[in-house]
């Protein structure tokens, strides 16, 4: 397995959850990494993105300033804290590494996915 999500659950809204990647090493270092989801019946959207480095990091507007993107190089692994939980933010997770280059919305630059994790949060 290249890429494992893990950390989904069931949580109350407010509440807190902290999603990691755990990938290997020849698809996630020297790449950028992103965050996606998807809700019962809708597209998979994007969520954040964080370059190799962690210096640049961009999020949706739904979730800017609620959650946070970071990584781990030494572990290979990669975070996502989601705060302040909105029942909207209930959906399958995925974490992906990105293979080219293009927009860091474009599905088709992510050539790894993690096989996704469930995230519910209950109103």
């Known amino acids: 397995v290249q890429l494992q999500a893990s950390g989904g659950g069931l949580v109350q809204a407010g509440g807190s959850l902290r999603l990691s990647c755990a990938a290997s090493e020849r698809v996630f270092s020297s790449y950028d990494m992103g965050w996606f989801r998807q809700a019962p019946g809708k597209e998979r959207e994007f969520v954040a993105y964080?370059?190799?480095?962690?210096?640049?990091?961009y999020y949706a507007d739904a979730v800017k300033g609620r959650f946070t993107v970071s990584r781990d190089n030494a572990k290979n692994t990669m975070y996502l804290q989601m705060n302040s939980l909105k029942p909207e933010d209930t959906a399958v997770y995925y974490c992906?590494?990105?293979?080219?280059?293009?927009?860091?919305?474009?599905?088709?630059?992510?050539?790894?996915w993690g096989q996704g994790t469930q995230v519910t949060v209950s109103s």
């Open positions: 964080i370059t190799e480095s962690g210096d640049f990091i």
């Open positions: 992906a590494s990105a293979q080219s280059r293009g927009s860091i919305y474009d599905k088709r630059r992510y050539g790894y």
